[in-house]
């Protein structure tokens, strides 16, 4: 038939060019031959996508709406309200019904401050529930089928409700915080921005996967949650970052049980009935006191044998408390989150504590919201060569604390720091390790330690990092090499009279910057929890679309193969190879698209030795994963693993060692391994640098795990339920996670494999252009892979021409007769006719190229 085939089609093409007969669409083949474009449609979405939530336009829109001016006398004013002398009782309602309070424990919350400072006089009291309650809750919404609205709807309600409800009432929320928080009213304020900004980030990343999948087709919107259920827990600290957990999770498509501290309570229920009124189906997000002594345990071991998911802010040790009684009471399959608390410190490399930036950042660093922050300095390390000493640093950060107003009245707009019953009256700078050993203050605390002392953090454990130096670059270049998830620099002149940029471990602001985002990296991050702000968590509700039509179509780059590549595609099976080819280049034009760029400058703290803001300029850099595999006795060379190597060995990043974990594998006597996992093993070790490390059973790798200096994230994972109790939990204790299989689409594999670390330059006005060349130059330095990949050949494929020959619709010839077949004949004799006759065989006798 292929011969007909292409009889036919040059009868047809001699008709055309005589003009006997006109076909719909067709043009000779020099008609369509057009520029050649320079990006491909993965490539040019993928910018388009990123533009839509990291611009620096769209961070501009963000902006000004999350730090829009607060009214300060309605905030006061709701203050005033909710701080008044009041003993009332509140409904605690469930699937739209309050629960009765008769056989129930009960609880009463007062505010922790009361009007203008004083005694505290404002008492809400609630029913708690019982674990009935939560099983109920559970098997109604199965029963009943209860759904979060599908994409387009849930968008629109949850836009309308960070419009009207939230930034619409930011003096009511300013209000809450400042009240059940408490904090100081400028605390509040910039809490609600913060929340504001990444409500706002989360729907633009939302929205512009909606967009993509009806205009360029590209990317598509992804609902993990549809049908599930999550458990979402608040810090006691900071309540809004649950709402911000709560309306992600609902863009997720996951149902909502938001189980909160009692003086919370009140807030919570208000942004449930706003919710509903914005028209949230009612029993889709339920609100319940329960974080609380006076709750029974039962209730939330209850939830955590349901759900399907954790969502975690707060310590790191109450989240794997949650995460391990959830493997005891069988939940294997809960997938769980948390963004937990870090020891921080600040570095102190060539200068002194003696210099007043230094002294205020540092001060500022440990006393911030009473040193309850997760980024609190717990640690200043002083540089012993600059003359400083522990008493030294002491004196000079006592000195520092006076530049901040501390008060018990919240109200007050010029306050720094709000004291409240409980909490340490000033700061207190240690001089010397307490007995019990260093851990988190939690409180307006410092410890003073030198560099290179018996007392090394290492910032795998922090979420902010702090460096003075004498100059930007050289506190870049000693940024850049830690763990933390945020690292602040400032280089400091030489006359410590001239105006100075100051920072702490604190201050990342959004949406210029990014929080939490180095998982893999610092145990200060635990579970599925890629930070607040990242491209990796705005975008976990997009993915790339599937295989389709389309991709005949559409540009595609082609990068050349490194030869180590070259050899590692030789593991996957034939079928496999030249579609993985494909998709290692989707991937790397989606690196392309996401490659970071620094900030414009922004507000941070204030000077020292003048008026006016520091200025901070951020760049959100681009870190490899830290990966660990496994592979359990009996299984081979899984091709997922082999596409990991194949990604790392092409990714345009400057990867890390992979630690590949072998189970069950040593045996007395006989070989470990055999073909192909064994010269696979012999290639990533060689030319990948992976470690690769043999476990007689898991008892033994468990161990090993335990002593891990990083948090043990495992990739590749088959029916991680099915995995050994004593894996599963020593993972969780020590802030890992197992990710089953290997995504399929190119973003998803983008966010798998990457982490964001922000990096982030405190300076002047006339440093901004210093700082944005440092931080370029830094991130070319240590971002980018040693050897770059040469730009990709990108190709047009030549259309599809949808007339010719007809189809469902018609054979696509314009005769005036489509039955008169005789019009298909001319006099000429065609090329191929010509060629059957000199060589005197018959059209259907020739071989057709490659075979029939």
């Known amino acids: 038939m292929a011969p007909m085939r292409l ?15 006109q076909l719909r669409g067709w043009r000779p083949l020099a008609s369509l031959a057009t520029a050649k474009p320079n990006v491909s449609a993965i490539g040019a979405a993928a910018r388009t996508l990123r533009d839509a939530v990291k611009s620096r336009e769209v961070t501009a829109q963000i902006m000004a709406e999350a730090d829009a001016e607060v009214s300060s006398p309605a905030a006061v004013e709701r203050l005033g309200h909710e701080l008044r002398e009041c003993d009332e009782e509140i409904e605690v309602m469930l699937l739209g019904s309050p629960l009765p309070a008769a056989g129930r424990k009960s609880v009463a919350a007062t505010t922790p ?102 205009e360029d087709f590209q990317f598509e919107v992804q609902r993990a949650g549809e049908g599930r259920d999550c458990l979402v827990m608040p810090p006691s600290n900071f309540a809004l970052l649950g709402l911000k957990d709560a309306f992600h999770m609902l863009l997720k498509g996951f149902r909502i049980l938001l189980i909160v501290q009692p003086r919370f309570f009140p807030h919570f229920r208000e942004v449930q009935l706003d919710l509903e009124e914005c028209g949230l189906p009612a029993g889709i997000l339920e609100v319940l006191p329960g974080i609380t002594p006076e709750a029974d345990p039962g209730v939330l071991h209850e939830a955590l044998k349901h759900v399907d998911r954790l969502q975690f802010t707060g310590s790191s040790a109450m989240f794997k408390s949650l995460v391990l009684k959830a493997i005891e009471l069988g939940n294997l399959r809960m997938e769980h989150a948390g963004e937990v608390s870090g020891l921080n410190k600040v570095r102190l490399d060539g200068v002194s504590v003696s210099h007043p930036a230094v002294a205020r950042g540092t001060a500022w660093a440990a006393m911030a919201n009473n040193g309850e922050l997760c980024t609190s300095a717990s640690l200043v390390e002083f540089d012993p060569a600059s003359g400083d000493s522990a008493d030294a640093v002491k004196t000079a950060l006592l000195e520092a604390q006076s530049a901040f107003k501390l008060g018990r009245d919240p109200a007050l707009a010029e306050l720094d720091v709000l004291l409240r019953e409980g909490k340490s009256e000033s700061l207190e700078v240690k001089t010397e390790e307490p007995a019990e050993g260093f851990h988190e203050w939690w409180e307006k605390t410092i410890l003073a330690v030198p560099r290179d002392g018996s007392l090394n953090l290492k910032t795998n454990q922090s979420l902010g990092h702090c460096i003075y130096a004498p100059s930007i670059g050289r506190a870049l270049d000693c940024g850049v090499q830690e763990d933390a998830s945020n690292i602040y620099c400032v280089g400091l002149p030489e006359d410590s009279s001239a105006p100075c940029a100051r920072a702490g471990t604190t201050g990342a602001k959004l949406p210029e910057s990014v929080f939490g985002g180095m998982k893999t990296h610092t145990y200060a991050v635990a579970g599925d929890h890629d930070g607040v702000g990242t491209a990796q968590t705005l975008l976990d509700n997009v993915k790339r679309r599937g295989a389709n039509w389309r991709d005949q179509e559409e540009a595609y780059s082609v990068y050349e193969l490194t030869e180590v590549a070259e050899m590692l595609l030789e593991f996957l099976s034939p079928r496999d190879q030249e579609p993985f080819t494909r998709q290692i280049a989707n991937v790397i034009d989606v690196y392309d698209a996401f490659m970071p760029e620094a900030t414009a400058p922004y507000g941070g703290q204030g000077l020292v030795g003048a008026e006016g803001q520091s200025q901070l300029v951020t760049l959100q850099a681009l870190r490899p994963s830290r990966k660990n595999l496994l592979i359990p006795r009996g299984v081979g060379l899984p091709e997922d693993i082999v596409k990991v190597a194949l990604l790392c060995e092409m990714s345009p990043l400057r990867e890390l060692p992979v630690d590949l974990h072998l189970l069950g594998a040593a045996q007395v006597g006989k070989l470990r391994v055999t073909d192909p996992l064994k010269s696979f093993l012999r290639v990533v ?25 990083y948090p043990p994230y495992f990739f590749c994972v088959k029916d991680r339920h099915l995995l050994p109790i004593e894996l599963l939990t020593a993972v969780a204790e020590n802030g890992g996670y197992f990710y089953e299989g290997l995504p399929t689409d190119a973003l998803s594999v983008f966010r798998c494999m990457t982490a964001t670390q922000a990096w982030t330059v405190s300076c002047t006005e006339g440093q901004v252009n210093e700082a944005t060349e440092a931080l370029e130059n830094a991130w070319k330095k240590v971002g980018l892979r040693l050897v770059p990949h040469e730009p990709p050949d990108v190709i047009k494929p030549r259309p599809r021409n949808m007339d010719i020959g007809g189809g469902f619709g018609g054979p696509g010839l314009n ?38």
């Open 815 to 852: 005769v005036e007769d489509d039955s008169k077949w005789d019009e298909l004949s001319d006099d000429e004799e065609s090329g191929d006719e010509a060629a059957a006759t000199s060589t005197g065989k018959p059209d259907d006798q020739k071989a057709a190229p490659g075979g029939a």
């Open 685 to 709: 070790e060689k030319h990948l640098g992976w470690r690769v490390h043999y476990h007689a059973d898991s008892d033994e790798m468990a161990a090993a795990l335990e002593v891990a200096e």
């Open 7 to 21: 009889l036919l089609s040059s009868r047809l093409q001699g008709l055309a060019r005589s003009g006997s007969l």
């Open 113 to 214: 401050v009361g009007p203008d400072g004083g005694a505290p006089c404002r008492t809400v009291r609630m029913v708690l529930p019982e674990a009935e309650d939560i099983r109920r809750l559970i098997s109604t919404r199965l029963e009943e089928n209860k759904a979060v609205p599908k994409a387009d709807e849930i968008v629109k309600i949850l836009d309308q409700y960070l419009s009207e409800k939230f930034v619409g009432k930011a003096s009511d929320h300013v209000a809450l915080l400042t009240a059940w928080g408490p904090k100081a009213l400028g605390d509040s304020k910039g809490e609600f921005g913060e929340v504001a900004a990444l409500l706002r980030m989360s729907l633009k990343a939302y929205q512009a996967g909606l967009k993509s999948q009806k």
